[in-house]
């Protein structure tokens, strides 16, 4: 391959010739290796996106797993309870302020909070003394809206009742009593309408509290596997309307650390399945019981055995803790989990997310509401709303309309869209590499390249110890043999 004309070519100007070619190929095939060895060390990665269609559900009809859905209502304490009692009326408004860290008390709750929860109580008239002993959730379970005003729940023109024993239950969150609709993610769906859920929601407008800057709910669709205050992404629905949601499954498939970020052996947190804001959920968690020894609300799954703030607690620890948590977590330190009190959160390396398209209507048609109204089930849910002693009084044919709040869901298609996060520079692109620089500029192979390292073992043994194996010379007897 040349190496062979260095040592042994003809006139010394050709070997030379032949060195500098051989130099140069040889230090441009060294650079090229270090570049595809810097490239396979970076391990860089890349994704794959394929359409799969789920197994079958037990039919010869494709099936998809319905989302978890959980919904919301923006008025998380009634009117009809606070008003049953000042004391409440003005704590929850100074807990709805904090949680949406209005500045204008939260300096005051870090500098002086004793201070503070005296100066308001006396402002406002009212102790608190009596409530020290309730919690938040327990304020939530009395004083948020009632199972009913999920009026009715159907998927393919069928009670949900009857397809599953308990297609939802109350969950407990910073956005109050929320709805967990197909909470085991047992129910499935098709594509188009066969497969719709429809979901009847009753606002119970005249019953919010002026804290609640808007009417309507908050929607989250979500995997079985997380809890709704695990997750982003909430969908905002006004009532009076009509809301179509197409949805498309996908899933997603991540490179486990050290090459990528994930964690493959992370557990569920006490929010679910891992995800950055179940994550920090869990950390304001672990940081109110370190210094409070209570937690804001209990998680879903309470791996910790951890108990819920009191009242008393809140006013003199809590309040000023929690508020003190997530302003520091703009401190990038803080949310990288390297300064004191950090929180340092990596996600899954299997997730399943839902591809949501929302539609919405507000034409509504007064003969259809009227046609509704009617129904004696509608009518008697509708009536049992009013509440005159907190003037609360709906008439069904009028204040139907300005209530109602339907939501349709829906998948756009059967198919599963599945993104893998692969390495794109393996062992076999770096070996592909070093082999084809080597063909190319020295016309290396693997065994040429053996062969290189014995002829130049054998040339240095030559050239030091002075020995050349020489032919053989034949006997003179043969000599004599072959003349005749």
Wanted: with cysteine; glycine share 8%.
């Amino acid at each position: 391959h040349g190496v062979y004309l260095i040592f042994v070519g003809g006139h010394k100007a050709l070997r030379f010739l032949y060195f500098v070619i051989w130099l140069l190929c040889v230090l441009y095939a060294i650079y090229i290796i270090l570049q595809a060895a810097v490239a396979f060390i970076s391990r860089p990665t890349g994704t794959t996106e394929q359409l799969v269609v789920e197994t079958d559900h037990g039919q010869d009809i494709q099936f998809v797993k319905f989302p978890t859905i959980t919904v919301c209502s923006t008025n998380i304490m009634k009117r009809s309870f606070t008003e049953t009692d000042k004391s409440i009326s003005a704590l929850w408004y100074l807990i709805s302020r904090l949680k949406v860290m209005d500045p204008q008390y939260v300096s005051h709750v870090l500098e002086h909070p004793k201070r503070f929860f005296q100066s308001y109580c006396d402002y406002h008239g009212v102790t608190f003394e009596h409530l020290k002993n309730y919690t938040v959730k327990e304020m939530f379970e009395r004083g948020g809206p009632d199972d009913n005003r999920l009026v009715y729940c159907k998927q393919r023109n069928i009670d949900c009742q009857d397809l599953t024993e308990s297609y939802f239950v109350r969950e407990t969150s910073s956005d109050g009593m929320c709805w967990r609709v197909n909470p085991n993610g047992s129910m499935y769906g098709r594509s188009g309408e066969w497969g719709r859920m429809e979901l009847f929601f009753f606002a119970d407008i005249q019953d919010y509290t002026s804290t609640s800057p808007v009417y309507g709910y908050k929607v989250k669709f979500h995997d079985s596997e997380y809890c709704g205050e695990g997750i982003t992404g909430a969908h905002f629905m006004s009532p009076g309307f009509v809301y179509k949601v197409d949805l498309g499954l996908t899933k997603r498939s991540w490179i486990p650390k050290p090459i990528g970020n994930c964690d493959a052996n992370a557990k569920k947190s006490t929010y679910g399945k891992n995800s950055e804001e179940s994550c920090l959920k869990e950390c304001e968690d672990r940081y109110m019981n370190k210094v409070c020894g209570c937690v804001d609300l209990l998680p879903p799954h309470n791996h910790h055995n951890y108990t819920a703030c009191t009242i008393g607690q809140y006013i003199g620890c809590g309040f000023r803790e929690m508020v003190h948590f997530r302003m520091g977590l703009r401190d990038a330190s803080r949310r990288h989990g390297t300064g004191e009190d950090g929180c340092s959160c990596s996600h899954s390396c299997d997730e399943t997310h839902y591809d949501v398209k929302l539609l919405s209507t507000s034409a509504l048609s007064p003969v259809w509401a009227d046609d509704l109204s009617r129904d004696k089930w509608i009518a008697e849910a509708v009536a049992n709303f009013s509440q005159p002693s907190f003037n609360i009084s709906y008439n069904v044919s009028s204040d139907l309309l300005k209530n109602i709040v339907i939501l349709q869901v829906e998948f756009s298609t059967v198919f599963t869209k599945e993104f893998k996060q692969i390495v794109t520079y393996s062992y076999s692109n770096l070996l592909g590499d070093i082999g084809g620089v080597l063909g190319l500029f020295l016309g290396a192979s693997l065994f040429s390249v053996l062969e290189f390292f014995q002829f130049t073992l054998t040339s240095l043994h030559k050239h030091f110890c002075g020995r050349e194996d020489r032919p053989k010379t034949l006997p003179e007897t043969e000599k004599l043999s072959s003349n005749d």
